[in-house]
């Protein structure tokens, strides 16, 4: 399974972003999913995350929500009211057959074994 992040970009603060993350070579089916960001000399962090079987969604922040298109094997991340702080690059991520554990280990990084490329989101004041 590949990974595809898309859909960032500049806006401004207050508004609005939806990320998309398609998967290639395989589709989502057991997979836990999910969207981690990165500031300049930060480290990485945890926004949302979905486990593919049942449903269940983790998020960091009341402003992010998920949806997805089985047909389309993407899970999509909206960020509502953006703030300057907002700015990072969005990752997703996977790790094949989610199972109960996944409940207390969908924020750490190293749950996940699947890495997309990035893409970038930046929020002017």
């Known amino acids: 399974v590949q990974l595809q992040a898309s859909g960032g970009g500049l806006v401004q603060a207050g508004g609005s972003l939806r990320l998309s993350c398609t998967t290639s070579?395989?589709?989502?089916?057991?997979?836990?999913v999910g969207w981690f960001r990165q500031a300049p000399g930060k480290e990485r962090e945890f926004v949302a995350a979905l486990r593919w079987s049942t449903g269940r969604l983790y998020f960091a922040d009341g402003r992010f929500s998920l949806s997805r298109d089985n047909a389309k094997n993407t899970l999509y991340l909206q960020i509502n009211n953006l703030k300057p702080e907002d700015t990072a690059v969005y990752y997703c991520?996977?790790?094949?057959?989610?199972?109960?554990?996944?409940?207390?280990?969908?924020?750490?990084?190293?749950?996940?074994?699947?890495w997309g490329q990035g893409t970038q989101v930046t929020v002017s004041s």
């Open positions: 991520a996977a790790v094949a057959a989610a199972d109960m554990r996944y409940a207390n280990t969908y924020h750490r990084t190293d749950t996940y074994d699947t």
């Open positions: 070579g395989g589709t989502f089916s057991s997979e836990g």
